[in-house]
């Protein structure tokens, strides 16, 4: 089926100034000006829309961005008192059932805290309860689900208050995603690519692991990606010594979630010198002998790598580890294999200049900055300005040469593909601030880069026809809109995957 577009505004290398574009099947086959050589079967008039690659959300967590879609928000949270207010209607509007919150942050509470155990158990009259922190690295928990987690007591990151971090949060988030029905989880995964379709994004990186998801959850995912219309799903499976899991999962990588640290939210990324408001410099979980054998490991079975690296302490680890692998297997091989991390918050001028080198891909989060960088923010809380200011150096990691690919880390921040790129173009700090088009090209054809597909994310002859129509305003000259702070972001018209449409006003 040959489908005509016409009277759009199309971003194409092919010409600048192109206003049609024709697509057979599932290919671009024509990109020009006016009427198309040939007959087509259908001739669309966009009214003058922006027609652009779609967008790749390198980060995501389809399952909990579900449920966060369709459970208990905790992000528009104002306080403690309405926080407990808000578990205590969830849990009677689910009739006693588990309680799954996301998105809470003490720091911008007037009580500076989170909820404690005896709290949750009498918002929700002795339910499950398990509420996620905004970072996802902590969370509060009622003593019914720590009864059914009996463990948790006695590993690390336990608190009696039912705050808990590292090993005893990841051994309490098992038994709460058990506590998840099939139906259930595939509901929260269709919800999850609904949404990315409905922003313009036609494929996302979902980062599944032992960790923070499960086998069955990335298994599930894909095979839902490939019955049903939607965003085209890359997976990653997070393991040490994973490339077999990885492999029989149908995952591109043994990479993404992997950790080498935790956030700096929860004091749990790793640092080099300590936190300005902690008495100790976080957490490794991995040394550089470890990464260094999983990079030989992914190499040598030509697969990615990959790993999650906040900290500069968990950074000088993994790019360490990098640099080891490269002295066994050779530079060519590590390049060739493309590993990626993860973050990349606190990275300097010599990292930097490691991973170029490796040609290792960033995946970063600019909604990260926009929410806790700056001079009043949480980084700064947390390390103190002089080193809240070096984070996220996107400028630095372009300059360099190190590929970026943007992503939303969803449910950790929501999907939001124009929202991110302007972030990235308005950086808290000027001197890391990136063009609108080099933001926006690390949010379409990056994503496909990190996804080791190297032309992906350019509306040209031969291409997928994976595009997105946008309602971009006042902006109706060529080009992308300038995204200025006080203008609307573009609006979603019409997603299509691959000759599809997805989403449709
Ligand atoms: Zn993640």
């Known amino acids: 089926m040959r489908t005509l577009l016409v009277n759009a505004r199309v971003l194409s290398p092919e010409d600048p100034g192109a206003t049609s574009l024709v ?16 007959t087509v079967e259908a001739t669309v008039d966009l009214a003058g829309a922006l027609v652009t690659p779609a967008f790749v959300d390198a980060h995501v967590h389809a399952t909990s961005t579900g449920l966060a879609l369709q459970g208990l928000d905790l992000s528009g949270c104002t306080s403690l008192a309405q926080c407990l207010r808000a578990v205590e209607a969830h849990g009677r509007a689910r009739r006693g059932g588990v309680v799954l919150g996301h998105g809470w942050d003490e720091t911008t509470w007037p009580e500076h805290r989170p909820p404690t155990r005896l709290e949750l158990d009498r918002a929700s009259y002795g339910g499950v309860v398990y509420l996620t922190r905004v970072d996802v690295h902590s969370a509060v928990v009622s003593s ?38 099939p139906a259930d989880r595939r509901a929260a995964q269709r919800a999850a690519r609904d949404r990315a379709a409905a922003l313009g994004v036609g494929a996302f990186h979902e980062l599944g692991g032992p960790d923070v ?12 990606a490939a019955q049903e219309p939607g965003p085209d799903v890359v997976g990653y499976w997070g393991q040490l010594d994973g490339v077999r899991t990885a492999r029989d999962l149908g995952a591109l990588g043994a990479a993404g979630d992997l950790f080498a640290d935790g956030s700096i939210g929860s004091h749990t990324a790793c640092l080099r010198a300590p936190y300005a408001d902690a008495d100790h410099a976080g957490h490794a979980y991995l040394s550089a002998a470890q990464v260094r054998d999983h990079v030989l490991a992914c190499t040598a079975a030509g697969v990615q790598a990959g790993f999650h690296a906040i900290g500069d302490g968990a950074l000088a680890t993994v790019v360490a580890g990098l640099r080891e692998a490269a002295e066994r297997a050779g530079v060519t091989a590590v390049r060739a294999a493309r590993h990626r991390l993860e973050h990349v918050e606190m990275v300097d001028e010599a990292m930097i ?32 300005l002089p080193r809240a200011l070096t984070l996220n150096p996107f400028a630095s ?62 509306l040209r002859v031969g291409a997928p026809a994976t595009y997105a129509v946008w309602d971009t305003g006042t902006h109706t000259g060529p080009g992308l809109p300038a995204l200025r702070p006080d203008e609307p972001l573009p609006s979603c018209l019409r997603t299509v995957v691959r000759g599809r449409t997805v989403y449709e006003v």
């Open 353 to 384: 200049a490691t991973l170029a080198e490796l040609g290792v891909v960033a995946s970063v989060q600019p909604a990260f900055d926009r929410l806790w960088g700056g001079a009043g923010g949480m980084y700064a809380e947390r390390l103190g």
């Open 144 to 181: 019914a689900l720590l009864a059914a987690a009996p463990e948790a007591r006695a590993a690390e990151g336990y608190t009696d208050s039912g705050h808990l971090s590292s090993e005893a949060h990841h051994l309490v988030r098992r038994v709460a995603r058990e506590s998840l029905r």
């Open 213 to 224: 998801s499960s086998e069955e959850d990335l298994r599930e995912l894909l095979a839902l």
């Open 23 to 38: 697509t057979d099947g599932a290919v671009i086959s024509w990109v020009g000006r006016g009427g198309a050589p040939g």
């Open 397 to 458: 990691l372009a300059a360099a040469g190190v590929v970026i690919a943007l992503g939303s880390d969803a449910p950790v921040t929501p999907i939001d593909p124009w929202g991110t790129v302007r972030a990235a173009a308005r950086h808290r700090t000027a001197t890391q601030r990136v063009a609108v088009d080099v933001a926006f090209s690390a949010h379409t054809r990056g994503g496909w880069w990190a996804a080791r597909v190297d032309d992906g994310g350019l």
